[in-house]
């Protein structure tokens, strides 16, 4: 079973910068667009960049993420990135994955279990 799986999160000072990553758990054929989400404590999930597999790269409306978030991805490696600079303690989420990908001939969405980010002010 396929699973996406994050990493690079962690608990860092405000101000400061995170790389997080995501990749398929195993080979597939190919991943299409690739998003990241976010879920703060008591609140819903929220989404926050979305990249195609041409690198059209989309972000949230939010002025929140604007300037200080890039999304990018690896079609070799079907792996996503979020780095994530000047980092503030409204930050603080369990940031997830998500990813349409080609799968024995099957397209299907999947999401990553989550990695926490704390930014403490």
């Known amino acids: 079973q396929v699973q996406l799986v994050e990493s690079g999160g962690g608990l860092v000072q405000a101000g400061e910068s995170l790389r997080l990553s995501c990749a398929p758990s195993?080979?597939?054929?190919?991943?299409?667009?690739m998003a990241w989400y976010r879920q703060a404590p008591g609140k819903q999930r929220d989404w926050v960049a979305r990249?195609?597999?041409?690198?059209?790269?989309?972000?949230t409306d939010s002025d929140s993420v604007k300037g200080r978030f890039t999304i990018s991805r690896d079609n070799d490696k079907n792996t996503v990135y979020l780095e994530m600079n000047s980092l503030k303690s409204e930050d603080t989420a369990v940031y997830y994955c998500?990813?349409?990908?080609?799968?024995?001939?099957?397209?299907?969405?999947?999401w990553g279990q989550g990695t926490q980010v704390t930014v403490s002010s």
């Open positions: 195993a080979s597939i054929f190919r991943a299409e667009t």
């Open positions: 990249i195609t597999r041409s690198g059209s790269t989309s972000y």
């Open positions: 998500n990813a349409d990908l080609w799968i024995f001939s099957r397209l299907n969405n999947f």
